[in-house]
């Protein structure tokens, strides 16, 4: 199990998806994230395009995000998220959940979606983010301070138009970047 770390929702347990497709952002790495983003999170709007157990999502939740999308395509790992949103009693206008290939998801929001803050830590050995954040861009999904969250297990690539800080984590690379 892992716990939201600061805002309303704040030492909440969350279950963690008993499947080999998922790694949740450990606390500690949460916390450094949320840390460096400062106060970009509150009355934002957010995507968790990979959203497993909504731990990314659920923690802007708590910290005062205006409304937090999250998707994941694995069903059983859905329905984890679902639960874990449910248990907190939140504010069902807060959130959307959807169970849809990320491709698909991005596609249909495309016209309807302007983020803040948008996570992508898609399955393990997945180097996509480069993709789907220049794609967000082509679609105009992206508020003009907009901020991406990226984690993978290889080191992020610089985007054109946009400023990145990467960190690691053990395996993990972290990439802030903010639109120029």
């Not at 990314?56 to 937090?68: D, P, Q, T």
């Not at 301070?145 to 610089?158: C, K």
């Amino acid at each position: 199990m892992i716990r939201i770390i600061a805002g309303t929702y704040k030492g909440r347990f969350l279950k963690v998806p008993d499947t080999k497709v998922t790694r949740p952002t450990m606390d500690k790495v949460r916390q450094a994230i949320f840390s460096a983003m400062k106060d970009k999170v509150l009355g934002s709007v957010c995507l968790d395009l990979f959203a497993g157990s909504g731990a990314m999502g659920i923690e802007a939740l708590s910290r005062g995000a205006k409304k937090v999308y999250l998707n994941d395509k694995d069903h059983r790992t859905f329905m984890v998220l679902k639960d874990n949103l449910l248990s907190l009693n939140a504010d069902q206008e807060q959130y959307d959940l959807k169970c849809l290939d990320y491709r698909v998801y991005i596609k249909r929001q495309a016209n309807d979606m302007k983020l803040d803050i948008l996570f992508l830590d898609p399955p393990y050995r997945f180097n996509i983010n480069g993709e789907i954040i220049k794609y967000c861009e082509k679609m105009n999904m992206m508020n003009k301070d907009a901020l991406i969250v990226s984690e993978q297990d290889y080191p992020n690539p610089e985007i054109e138009g946009y400023t990145m800080k990467e960190y690691r984590y053990g395996e993990k690379h972290v990439a802030l970047y903010r639109k120029d």
